[in-house]
C-alpha cells in the first residue's frame, strides 16, 4: 500500500534552518509528481511546494519563494524540503502528498515549531 513516512521536524528559532525528508512506499516513486503542504493550528491545509516526476519543474506557495527548496531523489524514493530564514509563521505539521488515480495519499506528518 501506498506510505508516505516524513520525518525531520523539530524546534528551530526564527532565522534558522530545517531540512525536511519523505521517504514513499508502495508505488513507482519516480513517475509522479509530489507535493508539500503544511497545516497551522486553527488553519486549513495549505499548498508549500510541488515538484515533477524528475524535478524539472518546481512550484512554491509565494510565501515560500527563496526560502524553501523542494528535492527529490528517485534512487532513494524520498523528496525533501529544505527551509531558510524560518518565520514564527512557518510554525505548522508539514505533509507530504502525491495524487495516484485520482486519490490523494497524505503521510502523518511532521511538526515544526519555530520560536524563540
Known amino acids: 500500500q501506498v506510505q508516505l513516512v516524513e520525518s525531520g521536524g523539530g524546534l528551530v528559532q526564527p532565522g534558522g534552518s530545517l531540512s525536511l525528508s519523505c521517504v514513499a512506499s508502495?508505488?513507482?516513486?519516480?513517475?509522479?509528481?509530489m507535493r508539500w503542504y503544511r497545516q497551522a493550528p486553527g488553519k486549513e491545509r495549505e499548498f508549500v511546494a510541488r515538484?515533477?516526476?524528475?524535478?524539472?519543474?518546481?512550484e512554491y506557495a509565494d510565501s515560500m519563494k527563496g526560502r524553501f527548496t523542494i528535492s527529490r531523489d528517485n534512487a532513494k524514493n524520498t523528496v525533501y524540503l529544505q527551509m531558510i530564514s524560518l518565520k514564527p509563521e512557518d510554525t505548522a505539521v508539514y505533509y507530504c502528498?502525491?495524487?495516484?488515480?485520482?486519490?490523494?495519499?497524505w503521510g502523518q506528518g511532521t511538526q515544526v515549531i519555530v520560536s524563540s
Open positions: 502528498s502525491t495524487v495516484l488515480g485520482g486519490i490523494n495519499y
Open positions: 515538484i515533477t516526476s524528475v524535478g524539472g519543474i518546481r
Open positions: 508502495g508505488f513507482t516513486f519516480s513517475t509522479y509528481a
